[in-house]
């Protein structure tokens, strides 16, 4: 029994989230491991950075496995006392010796399978264990491509090269007879692959550093892409549980505005709503990549698009406290596929160098944030009575509707309910008219379009001009007119010469 990995438990003290008037505010030191050491850190890693998160993992793991020797031990001595109090209170008489004899050797052969039991991870059985048939199946187009450019990749590599391609053959090989293993701990094989081919490029291999990240992208995407089908969401992990859990979740708060998180974000200029929509597609685009690498772009191109919003709504360079509101906000509205699985994934099979520094690592951390800021949201963080939160949830009422429900109590509900409709009907006309002004911007577009392809038809044709010419005439025969024979030469006779 191992440590256990907790998805985005975070502490309300760690995490320091707190609703103010500027917003939802996070202190930047805190996105770091708690150890101290520089990188980031990740709840996943319940807030240590890859590096210090697998130190504490390998401690609390041999731990428990001495703990696991000892209790073994502990019921291999019970069991074996057992054996011979039971075999001393028969009373065994001189007379029968051979039956004495007989429980001695069966004695001795019990012992010998309680000491031979009593190994808790044998390294013999593991190493003899038979490896599960092949399945022969046709490789997908992509995994093809990306063997193939993995393979164009080694060869500027030379002799280097060959020993890279050896090693990830092997590790896919090994991989492939270790499906029984938790998903944690083929994590951890990942993970000791990547440091030891990134220790191996630069000290054997004397690879300079900057080939050397090249080359672990490279060799990420090459393993990722043949593995993903087997470790992304697996059926003996609660990922795809923890997903629902956050669309169910998401969809409950769709009533959440950019009011409430104070996103410094103005919707109503066509550029920025290009930024958000762009943001959007980003963060949901991220489901449909295979590689950890490639999903980590995505989130780095959303946080751009997101930060690209917020500089043309301020005229003035987004700081912190303005991303953080503001990729919850993208969060809420884009409602991410399989979000919990993604984060996991990413965790666990990453290169963890790219966690723990550059931008990526930052981008990364902020979403774990705001997804983990998103399952503990409460009326606090959001300004809110307790009374309201709970109406907004159980969709009671919506915070528009709240806005034209101020009306005194003598008011009727028959008026109410009038105001209610006019308003509604005022929205309704906005939105129409915002849909009339686009569909005749749509319709000079298009007169546009086909005046200018009919002009340049016109200017073509008048330049190169078409010339049709007269149908030639069928040639006739040579002798179709010379019906009497007057116009052909004579005959040839025949001549004789004097030899």
């Not at 723990?356 to 503990?376: H, P, Q, R, S």
Request: proline fraction near 5%; include cysteine; hydrophobic fraction near 35%.
């Amino acid at each position: 029994m191992f440590l256990s990995l907790t998805l985005f438990s975070l502490n309300r003290k760690k995490m320091n989230l707190k609703s103010e008037r500027r917003g939802i505010h996070v202190d930047q030191s805190e996105l770091l491991c708690k150890k101290g050491c520089g990188y980031y850190g990740n709840p996943a890693w319940q807030g240590f950075c890859s590096k210090c998160w697998r130190e504490e993992y390998h401690k609390a793991r041999q731990k428990q496995i001495q703990e696991d020797w000892e209790l073994a031990e502990r019921g291999k001595a019970s069991e074996i006392n057992v054996c011979l109090f039971a075999l001393l209170e028969k009373k065994i008489q001189p007379k029968n010796l051979i039956h004495y004899k007989f429980h001695l050797w069966n004695l001795s052969i019990n012992i010998k399978k309680l000491i031979g039991c009593s190994q808790i991870f044998p390294a013999e059985i593991q190493e003899a264990k038979a490896p599960s048939p092949s399945i022969n199946r046709q490789a997908s187009i992509e995994t093809d491509r990306v063997s193939k450019e993995f393979i164009e990749f080694l060869k500027t590599y030379h002799k280097p090269g060959q020993d890279i391609y050896k090693q990830c053959k092997l590790f896919l090989d090994t991989m492939n007879h270790k499906r029984d293993l938790s998903i944690e701990e083929q994590s951890e094989c990942a993970q000791d692959f990547y440091q030891n081919v990134a220790e191996k490029l630069q000290t054997r291999w004397k690879v300079p550093p900057e080939k050397v990240e090249k080359a672990m992208d490279q060799i990420e995407k090459y393993i990722m892409t043949r593995q993903y089908k087997y470790v992304f969401c697996p059926e003996t992990t609660d990922d795809e549980k923890k997903d629902l859990a956050v669309q169910k979740r998401i969809r409950a708060l769709h009533w959440v505005t950019p009011q409430m998180l104070c996103v410094p974000v103005n919707e109503e200029i066509p550029e920025v709503s290009d930024m958000v929509v762009k943001a959007i597609t980003d963060i949901i685009e991220m489901d449909s990549k295979r590689v950890p690498r490639d999903k980590l772009a995505c989130i780095t191109k959303c946080s751009k698009h997101i930060f690209n919003a917020i500089k043309i709504t301020k005229n003035e360079p987004a700081s912190a406290d303005d991303f953080l509101p503001t990729l919850i906000y993208i969060v809420l509205k884009g409602n991410p596929p399989r979000l919990q699985s993604n984060i996991q994934y990413i965790t666990r099979f990453c290169n963890p160098s790219r966690l723990m520094t550059g931008e990526d690592g930052y981008y990364f951390t902020n979403l774990c944030c705001a997804v983990a800021f998103i399952e503990k949201l409460d009326a606090q963080s959001l300004n809110l009575s307790q009374e309201d939160f709970d109406r907004f949830m159980t969709g009671q009422t919506s915070p528009k509707k709240q806005e034209s429900d101020s009306f005194s109590p003598d008011v009727c509900l028959g008026v109410k309910q009038m105001y209610k409709n006019l308003d509604l009907l005022s929205q309704l006309n906005e939105r129409q008219e915002r849909i009339v002004t686009e569909a005749k911007k749509l319709e000079k577009d298009l007169i546009d379009w086909t005046d200018g392809i009919t002009k340049e038809v016109q200017d073509i044709v008048e330049k190169y001009p078409l010339e049709i010419k007269p149908k030639n005439q069928a040639l006739a025969a040579i002798d179709s007119e010379n019906v009497e024979n007057d116009k052909l030469p004579p005959p040839l006779q025949p001549q004789v010469y004097a030899g």
